[in-house]
């Protein structure tokens, strides 16, 4: 099912696979070749339906549920699915994660912790896990899913934009204590990506965005899936400590 097998032999966890971002990330892993664990944590049967996407085209995947605000499972689910790739993992994608809609002044600490475990520390714990296991087989790669948002704030998403930044910064310090063990890091930071209902529940967020876009349309979750390919891959083998910016030329436009 490779269309250039830029993935041939690798086993990849991605985490948030349920999602339509994971979706399509899992999807294009598999389509390139690699053996694709799919993590979820109450979109069972979404994540499902991608395995079987994957399996009936002649791909391996595998689901495996958890819940990674907590640290024991994070490193659970990264081994277990190691061992289900025949005790390798080559890639690990970040994926998993929460974007509620609550203004600052409003937020209890609780609101807040609940973002930042869910986006930030499940990278740590994940990326953690996996680095160990990659020093011991020759490296690996992990990519972290951070967010236009990590760069330019939006209304009461202040714990959302926060955690992604964080994840960036994340991401540029892992790969410099990791690279010595072979694992690059990096992130991909989406711009918005189309999904079922989205410009019938956010028509004029939808029309700005398009406005704003130097190509003129929203994102697709295979876009983000492409760049996670190539990061994964031994094109960005001299590609660490990188924030990939996909958002279609949005960040490109002149703000004043």
């Not at 269309?3 to 971002?21: H, K, N, S």
């Not at 930030?120 to 020759?138: G, H």
């Not at 083998?237 to 960040?251: A, E, F, I, K, Q």
Request: charged share 20%.
């Amino acid at each position: 099912m490779s269309r250039e097998g830029l993935l041939d032999g690798q086993t990849a966890l991605v985490t948030g696979g349920g999602g339509g971002i994971g979706r399509g990330i899992a999807l294009r892993f598999a389509e390139e070749g690699a053996a694709v664990a799919l993590h979820c944590r109450t979109a069972t049967a979404s994540a499902r339906e991608t395995a079987g996407r994957i399996r009936e085209s002649g791909g391996r995947a595998v689901v495996l549920r958890a819940d990674l605000t907590d640290e024991d499972a994070c490193h659970r689910v990264v081994t277990r699915a190691a061992e289900w790739g025949g005790g390798r993992l080559t890639a690990l994608v970040n994926n998993a994660g929460v974007q509620p809609v609550r203004d600052l002044a409003a937020m209890t600490a609780a609101e807040w912790r609940t973002v930042v475990d869910t986006n930030l520390t499940s990278v740590f714990a994940c990326t953690q896990a996996a680095a160990r296991l990659m020093r011991d087989q020759d490296g690996g790669t992990v990519t972290h899913i951070a967010s236009v948002e990590a760069h330019s704030p939006a209304p009461a998403h202040a714990h959302y934009s926060a955690s992604k930044a964080a994840v960036v910064m994340h991401a540029r310090s892992a790969a410099q204590e990791y690279g010595p063990w072979g694992v690059r890091v990096n992130t991909v930071s989406p711009g918005l990506i189309d999904r079922e209902g989205l410009e019938e529940a956010w028509p004029e967020g939808v029309r700005r965005w398009r406005r704003a876009s130097a190509v003129g349309r929203l994102g697709r979750p295979q876009d983000i899936g492409d760049a996670c390919v190539f990061l994964a891959s031994r094109l960005a083998s001299w590609v660490t400590g990188h924030d990939l910016v996909v958002d279609g030329g949005v960040s490109a436009r002149p703000t004043w």
